[in-house]
């Protein structure tokens, strides 16, 4: 049987520290704190940003350091004990004053192999049964460190990682794509409308279909997207939610919409539909008049220009919101007719592709979500583990 020992044996935490705002953006290491670990652990590089502040060696992460949340600021604790690992595509960063670094004793155990138990349903509940704090939940360090761990022998402890990592290599690779694809759209806008000599607004383009729909009427297998399942500047939609979580009127969606988050529009949240759903109230939907522009409409809105200009008229101090007044009267550089519906069958075609990759993405991650525990626990032998991943590659 395999041993059981607790975390502090095998890590020592560095806490991060305090940051000027007025620095943020300047050249420097990025910034890693809450909002760069997703929900239940995992790296979040969706909202990296530069600081250019001094940055002592206690605080600094390179690439391939874990670092952890003993801090969470969401209702369903999420974030509480969540670890996160830099990719070696991301430079050294600094950490905030909410996470902590892990210095891991690589003697008595595998770093790939304390990833995954870290990810473990049974160690999340561990946090989440010892966080304190109403509005804000803490995790002491004393507790993270007490957990108990399964530690069978190091030969083990590689091959559960090997099989996991398989999976999360093919996500990795897929996520790249959606990266990349993104670039490329964003390159062909540009250059498409470098060359254009006319401009049209988007309400010329688009319309605004209001379809409010109440909770009375959601289906078990309803979709919900939030602000939260927005990513930052990219705009491929990988995440969501059930609608049957959900207490309020929502607006629905239809597959080839355009999700375009009206809430602090700085924020740069717009993304294309890949289903029909129902979306917050504080993202607008956007339709495409002619189907065979969706693909150019996409890129106009998702383009840094239109965001700039609805974050600049938005409304209100502290939660400023845009409208589709805004949004519709903006006017963005017009190719002709034909040159854009040329561009918009290239981004169609992408996008076909992006939204198989995430659904694949989808796929591989509830694979690895149910080998995981399984393999943590010792109840499911690693060669029959091996068998499901091949399967499912």
Excluded at 36 to 41: D, E, F, L, V, Y
Excluded at 75 to 94: E, F, K, Q
Aim: with cysteine.
């Amino acid at each position: 049987m395999a041993d059981y020992t607790a975390l502090g044996e095998h890590v020592k935490l560095q806490r991060g520290q305090s940051y000027k705002s007025a620095l943020l953006g300047m050249d420097g290491p990025v910034l890693l704190g809450l909002g760069t670990i997703q929900r239940n652990g995992g790296f979040r590089g969706d909202n990296l940003r530069t600081y250019g502040g001094d940055t002592p060696a206690r605080t600094r992460v390179n690439p391939g350091d874990f670092y952890v949340s003993l801090k969470d600021v969401t209702h369903s604790a999420d974030l509480l004990g969540a670890v996160a690992r830099v990719p070696i595509s991301v430079p050294a960063g600094r950490l905030t004053q909410d996470t902590m670094r892990l210095d891991i004793s690589e003697s008595n155990i595998d770093r790939d192999y304390l990833y995954w138990a870290l990810r473990a349903p049974n160690y999340r509940a561990y946090c989440r049964a010892r966080g304190t704090g109403t509005t804000n939940l803490d995790l002491s360090q004393a507790d993270f460190l007490a957990y108990r761990l399964r530690t069978p022998p190091l030969s083990e402890q590689r091959a559960i990682a090997e099989v996991l990592g398989a999976l999360d290599d093919k996500i990795a690779a897929n996520t790249n794509l959606a990266t990349t694809s993104d670039e490329l759209v964003r390159a062909w806008y540009m250059g498409t409308s470098a060359s254009a000599d006319s401009t049209a607004t988007i309400a010329e383009l688009a319309t605004q279909p209001r379809a409010l729909i109440a909770p009375s009427e959601f289906t078990k297998d309803l979709a919900y997207v939030g602000l939260e399942h927005v990513p930052r500047r990219q705009m491929w939609l990988s995440e969501f939610g059930p609608a049957e979580s959900v207490t309020s009127t929502k607006t629905r969606f239809s597959k080839g919409d355009v999700l375009f988050g009206k809430l602090r529009p700085y924020f740069h949240k717009v993304a294309a539909t890949p289903f029909d759903g129902v979306s917050s109230t504080d993202i607008l939907v956007v339709r495409a008049s002619d189907t065979l522009l969706k693909g150019f409409l996409l890129a106009a809105l998702a383009s840094d220009a239109v965001v700039e200009r609805c974050a600049a008229a938005s409304e209100g101090t502290r939660m400023p919101r845009t409208s589709w007044a805004t949004l519709s009267s903006i006017e963005v550089p017009w190719p002709g007719e034909q040159a854009a519906r040329a561009m918009s069958k290239q981004i169609d075609a992408v996008r076909d592709r992006v939204e198989a990759a995430l659904a694949e993405n989808r796929t591989l991650a509830a694979t690895r979500d149910a080998l995981l525990p399984a393999l943590m626990s010792g109840t499911l032998r690693v060669r029959d583990a091996e068998r499901v991943v091949e399967s499912a590659l």
